[in-house]
Structure formats: C-alpha cells, structure tokens
C-alpha cells in the first residue's frame, strides 16, 4: 500500500539510493497507488541527495499535474535540491512559490 511504499522510499533516501526510488515512485502508478504529499517528499529528498535537481524540480511540478498539496517539507526539499547544485535561480523561484500558497518559511 501507499504507506509502504512511502517508507521504502524513505528508506532510500537515507541510503542514497535515488534511483531505487524513483523506480518504487513509477512503480506505485503501475500498481495503481496514489502517490501523496509524503511519497513526493521521500522522492523529491531522495534525488536531492543525488544531486539531481532537474528530477526534483520535475516531482514538484508533477504534484500540480497530480493535484497532490505541498507543504514546507516538499518546498524546503526541492530548494535544497537546486541549492546543492548551485541552481540559485531556480530555488528563488520555488521559494517564490510558497508566499502566495502561505506555506510557512522555515
């Protein structure tokens, strides 16, 4: 279920194993789970720790398409993400994103 497939992801991420969840991330489409505000956290935390910006600005964009919320962990994630890889404009502008949404700052 969602649940676990959550904390496998997480799991991942602790281990640095991006891709491995990002395959657990395509593989709950296929099992027809829906993916949540976690599962894209996990996800987008994950790649973060892979330098993989592009996949992280790619998972923020999809939770729109998906109409799965974000909250501060998500938005702090996906800066993170771009900031680790020097990637300043495009965290100004996610950050950019959260005043209007009244995410809190952190």
Not at 75 to 87: D, F, L, P, Q, V
């Amino acid at each position: 279920d969602t649940v676990t497939y959550n904390a496998s992801i997480s799991c991942c991420e602790k281990g640095a194993q991006w891709e491995l969840a990002l395959d657990l991330f395509d593989s709950m489409s296929r099992s027809r789970l829906k993916r949540n505000t976690i599962t894209y956290s996990s996800s987008i935390s994950a790649v973060e720790k892979g330098m993989q910006w592009q996949i992280a600005l790619g998972l923020f964009a999809d939770m729109a398409a998906q109409e799965v919320s974000k909250d501060t962990i998500v938005y702090n994630a996906t800066i993170s993400a771009c900031e680790k890889c020097g990637r300043w404009e495009e965290a100004l502008a996610v950050l950019a994103e959260m005043r209007p949404r009244r995410i809190v700052q952190d």
